[in-house]
């Protein structure tokens, strides 16, 4: 399989729930990124992952926790979430940070949705 | 600081006809611009970007972009819009600091 693959595409789940998403990308990229897409708002940059470190947090509740225990896959996990966590949450990978040229490769995604 | 604004949220046009889609930029110095487009319940994919080897870039599914320094805009066209063209499509740029800005995207929907 190539490019960048996400699971579960959809995924419903209560407010007491823990799951986890999942990103793995194919392209030998050094880079990730999850990103969460909600409704009539712009794109919302969650975290960055630079050689498995993790090189950016943007203010995100500590309900979300990422992992990266490879360049490979990324992990959210979820716990305790709120009905306006639902959303789409998009997985990207890119050759490397801080390239002012540098393109993002994204999965499909994950349709979340918290009852 | 840098920023890109999409100056429509959407756009209608019929099958056949061109498609122009409006972006500006701000920046302080030679910017890098993309678009991506997202496909519903699909992920973002790159349409084009520049890289200030040429003002005129051309990227995928006959998509075109100029980019005007005078006028600080990179507005995304095609000569005859396609049904399968129907989608969102996002105005990129990076910070200073390497940080990727989206744009609040411009819904493009085509009439039979």
């Known amino acids: 399989e190539t490019g960048v693959t996400q699971t579960p595409r959809h995924l419903v789940m209560g407010m007491t729930n823990k799951k986890s998403l999942k990103c793995e990308q194919h392209?030998?990229?050094?880079?990730m990124y999850w990103y969460k897409q909600s409704a009539k708002k712009p794109l919302e940059l969650m975290f960055v992952y630079s050689l498995e470190e993790r090189v950016e947090n943007n203010s995100v509740p500590s309900r979300f926790s990422p992992e990266c225990p490879n360049s490979s896959h990324l992990f959210l996990h979820l716990h305790t979430l709120q009905p306006e966590d639902s959303a789409l949450y998009l997985c990207a990978s890119s050759q490397d940070i801080g390239f002012l040229y540098n393109e993002q490769f994204f999965g499909p995604g994950t349709r979340l949705t918290v009852l | 600081a840098q920023s890109v604004t999409q100056l429509d949220s959407h756009v209608s046009v019929s099958e056949g006809t061109p498609v122009l889609l409006r972006c500006n930029y701000s920046?302080?110095?030679?910017?890098?611009l993309f678009w991506y487009v997202q496909h519903p319940n699909k992920g973002l994919q790159l349409l084009l970007k520049y890289t200030s080897a040429a003002t005129l870039v051309k990227g995928i599914n006959g998509f075109e972009a100029e980019f005007k320094k005078s006028e600080t805009s990179f507005h995304l066209t095609k000569p005859s819009a396609h049904m399968s063209d129907a989608a969102e499509y996002f105005c990129v740029t990076y910070s200073s600091a390497s940080k990727i800005i989206f744009g609040s995207g411009t819904r493009l929907s085509i009439r039979p």
């Open positions: 392209l030998g990229h050094n880079a």
């Open positions: 920046s302080s110095y030679s910017p890098s």
